[in-house]
């Protein structure tokens, strides 16, 4: 009958193991806590979860084969722990969706409404199966799991709002910074007759060129047939970089 095989491994790598994760325990720790709270890029910081648990496999990986390297156990735990990887990432995937399925039986998201979750706010611009995609001001995209916003505190314009949305592009002479152009083109449209006080207008930079501002703007009216009035008045910010703002009612 064959003999359970034995192995041994000198101390010294054992703790080789022990000081390396400890080492790497402190190092991501100051990466979590000091730089990625520094970095403005969000998809990055949403991102930096799933990069520190695929260090830390790689670790369970090394070590295993520093310990057990030259032994049958070796394939073996190799073999378990990718199971485990994979069937992890496997429910991971399935809590999304089950979540995703949920909200959308609870929830109406639509593209086109506005969005707010914990210090992320912005415009639906798609649903599917695993998150909520969501554009800011900065025109930035935004991936929100859907396990992420069950339960959790989130706002959202609602389906039967009166208030219609209109969009088009404009390019602004940049006399003004990025900013200032933007609040300028916001206040034109806050500031026209029929604009809705409920939806703050977004605008989203599409193009920085050498001279010129190119924005997508969307405004919210409480009636279709203010649209053209409100882009009018927005048309002159495009023309001059200053605004000219109709308060008059549509004819």
């Known amino acids: ?57 790689i670790y369970v990986f090394w070590a295993i084969n520093i310990l057990l390297k030259g032994s049958v156990y070796n394939i073996l735990a190799f073999a378990v722990i990718s199971v485990i990887i994979i069937f992890w990432l496997g429910w991971f995937v399935a809590g999304d969706f089950i979540a995703g399925i949920v909200l959308r039986l609870t929830e109406k998201y639509q593209t086109g409404q506005s969005f707010t979750f914990n210090d992320v ?37 609602q389906a039967d709002d009166k208030t219609s949305q209109h969009r088009f592009d404009i390019q602004v002479p940049k006399q003004l910074s990025l900013e200032e152009t933007q609040d300028l083109i916001r206040m034109t449209v806050l500031l026209s007759a029929g604009a809705s006080i409920k939806k703050e207008p977004q605008i989203f930079l599409k193009k920085s060129m050498e001279q010129f ?34 308060v008059t009612n549509p004819t």
């Open 1 to 57: 009958m064959n003999q359970i095989e034995k192995f041994e491994f000198p101390s010294y790598i054992l703790g080789e193991v022990i000081i390396t994760g400890i080492l790497l325990a402190i190092l991501l720790k100051i990466i979590r806590r000091i730089i990625v709270p520094e970095i403005s890029y969000k998809g990055i910081k949403q991102s930096y979860p799933f990069l520190e648990m695929a260090v830390w496999a």
């Open 121 to 157: 706010s912005g415009t639906i611009i798609e649903t599917n199966n695993l998150c909520l995609k969501l554009r800011q001001q900065d025109n930035m995209t935004v991936k929100i799991p859907y396990r992420k916003i069950i339960g959790a505190v989130q706002y959202k314009a």
């Open 213 to 246: 501002w190119q924005f997508e703007v969307v405004i919210y009216a409480v009636s279709p047939e203010y649209y053209q009035l409100i882009e009018r008045n927005v048309r002159t910010v495009e023309k001059s970089g200053n605004s000219d703002v109709s």
